[in-house]
């Protein structure tokens, strides 16, 4: 399985970073220029808190699927809806961030102050509910109305998967269907609208535009297995955020329940007494069992199925524009992955 060293997976990843980011940084600029003047467009008493999470925000990865999923080739006109889609996406993305921080309790995010810390979680509720409001002003915008239904379905949708998430903290009654469910509305859910409406948008076949959704929902599926990974396997200083937060928060992702299967039925049983009681000692003894259990590799494969599922729908377009900016969208995923594996 350590097919690279460290500094060899480094160096891919930094790599693929260039190669994904590079071709569309144009794009990424105009966006950020759309997203500013669009704080303009909101009520004055809102404006110092929208901007200020505009300036924490992530790598734009949304976005960038939907700039690639209408990609025309290198110097190809950037188109307007474009631009405007993938803000709508991004402020759907950041909204549900917003929220989440509330949810969560949590006080940084990029390592800066979280809107709920730094405002009050009251405000940013509201500040929330703005950024989600004004995205479905942009999105009934075009033309169509297919974003705009499109957007505001996968909103409710990522709504629903917080909300079952939330409610099952601290409890490990669920099974792997219930965590891939959870894990298809809250991440997956953004990656396929943003696939399969860049296409739609730029104007591709419908036929496409259905199939660059299904990589996008792979995608987004893999792109989770891989957090959950880091969360769990990672090195803090090398992934850039504080670890083991998910079993800290009562989230039992794919790695836990995996381990969960394989203990000793009284093991197992001690372990989640102990986690339940709160026991200070017990996220000790997870993060061992994950290292005494084939628990890795089997996330991996896990892994490295959805990434084979979101490539096998784009096989029938590789004639079309976006299949290689695509695939280098994946490559980059999986090098991420490499960095925990080396």
């Known amino acids: 399985m350590l097919t690279r060293s460290q500094s060899e997976a480094d160096t891919v990843a930094a790599a693929g970073f260039s190669e994904v980011y590079d071709p569309v940084k144009p794009y990424l600029d105009d966006l950020d220029g759309f997203l500013q003047s669009q704080v303009k467009e909101l009520e ?6 929208v901007r200020y999470v505009f300036g924490h925000s992530g790598k734009r990865l949304r976005p960038l699927l939907v700039a690639y999923s209408g990609w025309e080739g290198p110097g190809a006109r950037r188109a307007e809806d474009l631009i405007k889609l993938g803000a709508v996406i991004e402020l759907v993305h950041l909204a ?11 006080d940084t995010r990029h390592r800066q102050e979280t809107a709920a810390k730094k405002f009050g979680p009251a405000a940013a509720v509201l500040i929330g509910d703005v950024l989600f ?4 002003k942009l999105a009934a915008e075009f033309e169509t109305t297919e974003v705009c239904r499109s957007v505001a379905q996968a909103t409710a949708r990522v709504c629903a998967g917080e909300i079952a998430q939330t409610y099952q903290r601290g409890e490990v009654n669920y099974s792997r269907e219930f965590y891939f469910r959870v894990i298809r509305l809250k991440t997956a859910e953004l990656f396929e609208v943003a696939c399969r409406l860049g296409a739609k948008v730029a104007g591709y076949p419908v036929a496409f535009s259905e199939a660059a959704g299904l990589f996008g929902r792979h995608l987004g599926i893999a792109y ?48 989640l007494r102990r986690f339940k ?20 590799a089997e996330v991996v494969s896990a892994f490295d199925d959805q990434l084979d599922a979101a490539m096998a729908a784009l096989a029938p377009f590789k004639a079309l524009p976006p299949i290689p900016a695509l695939t280098n969208i994946a490559a980059l995923v999986r090098a991420q992955l490499e960095r925990i594996e080396s």
């Open 224 to 271: 989770q297995i891989f957090d959950d990974l880091a969360d769990l396997y990672g090195d803090e200083a090398l992934i850039g955020k504080t670890l083991g937060t998910d079993l800290a928060k009562g989230k039992f992702t794919l790695p836990l329940l995996l381990l969960l299967e394989k203990l000793p039925t009284g093991e197992r049983d001690d372990l």
């Open 133 to 136: 409001s004004h995205a479905l």
């Open 44 to 49: 004055p008493e809102v404006q110092e808190h």
């Open 277 to 296: 009681q709160g026991n200070e000692t017990v996220a000790r003894d997870f993060i061992a069992g994950l290292h005494a259990y084939p628990v890795f």
């Open 96 to 106: 549900t961030l917003v929220h989440d921080d509330i949810l969560d309790e949590a």
